[in-house]
């Protein structure tokens, strides 16, 4: 199947982060700035922090009457679990199916963070993979292997 390094390889290695002392509103602009579900919260050295979702908001925030500007990232974002480039795509849908992650963040041995891997990522290469031995294997029975 694959390590998450051959899914960065495809997507790509950009990060969208933000400091655990800005506030919930500002996370929420980047969110829709980008169009994007889920933030990587970094230190000044970009060291993976924690991560800062939609659905932290809607929990978070909305459902307990807090307000978004009034509030710091730092007190609503979530501590998940990262994986690294050589970590086995089945080992991530464990730990994103465990918990109902969406996102991972992947980082080095020095915890710094060199990607986020999401499950349409995970979905698209899996996809990916399937569609290519479809095409050997019809290449191989139609005679067109070398």
Do not use: C
Not at 24 to 42: Q, S
Not at 60 to 73: E, H
Not at 118 to 142: A, M, P, R, T, W
């Amino acid at each position: 199947m694959g390590t998450v390094h051959k899914i960065l390889q495809a997507k790509g290695n950009q990060i969208f982060s933000i400091r655990p002392e800005e506030t919930v509103y500002r996370a929420l602009e980047l969110l829709v700035e980008k169009n994007i579900g889920a933030l990587m919260v970094t230190d000044e050295q970009g060291r993976y922090l924690g991560t800062v979702t939609e659905r932290d908001y809607a929990r978070k925030i909305v459902l307990k009457g807090r307000s978004s500007k009034d509030t710091q990232v730092r007190d609503i974002m979530d501590t998940h679990p990262f994986v690294h480039e050589n970590t086995d795509i089945a080992e991530v849908m464990q730990k994103m199916t465990a918990r109902g992650f969406r996102h991972l963040p992947v980082v080095d041995h020095h915890s710094q963070l060199t990607g986020v891997i999401s499950i349409g990522d995970i979905v698209k290469h899996i996809i990916d993979e399937q569609q290519f031995i479809i095409d050997n294997l019809e290449d191989y029975i139609s005679g067109k292997h070398h």
